[in-house]
């Protein structure tokens, strides 16, 4: 698997990714019945990409995979207790509550069902996650979690295991 974030459009990020693994030009990207993209051309290549403001975050693997950026931003006071199971909850309270922690999980759970291709369903709440800081890696469920962060910016990264 590799992975690249960059201050681009998304697509020209995959389009580099490519190139740099000798796939050129962009193939024809293609989309599942509940959106999932994927090239007809290279049944075995999967990837993923996402965008925030600015950034774009793209991942490329031999198996199934999902990515999610976002821009950390005030959000409503009621949004973690909505989102988060109660553990993960505990969890974000604990370290002072704060959104860089919450976007970090909420990563984790969009990469996850971009991952599974089924998206935030079912609840928000009930999509398990490790709790994990940015720079770490946690193996959960049939799938492998990277959380990824700077300033002003969490991603996460999650790879279906058999």
Not at 32 to 60: D, I, M, Q, V, W
Not at 142 to 158: P, Q, V
Request: proline residues 7%; negative net charge; contains cysteine.
């Amino acid at each position: 698997m590799v992975w690249r974030m960059e201050e681009m459009d998304a697509y020209q990020l995959l389009a580099e990714l490519l190139r740099e693994e000798g796939v050129a030009p962009l193939p024809e990207i293609a989309r599942e019945a509940k959106g999932k993209p994927y090239f007809p051309a290279y049944p075995r290549l999967y990837f993923n990409l996402s965008h925030s403001g600015s950034l774009s975050l793209c991942t490329l693997s031999e198996g199934e995979v999902g990515c999610d950026i976002e821009l950390v931003r005030p959000r409503k006071k009621g949004l973690p207790a909505y989102a988060l199971s109660e553990k993960e909850l505990r969890w974000f309270e604990g370290r002072g509550s704060c959104w860089e922690d919450f976007y970090t999980l909420w990563t984790l759970k969009e990469a996850k069902g971009k991952c599974s291709g089924g998206g935030l369903v079912p609840p928000v709440k009930e999509i398990a996650v490790p709790l994990i800081t940015p720079g770490e890696r946690a193996p959960l469920g049939g799938f492998l979690f990277t959380a990824l962060g700077g300033e002003n910016w969490r991603g996460a990264i999650c790879e279906k295991r058999e």
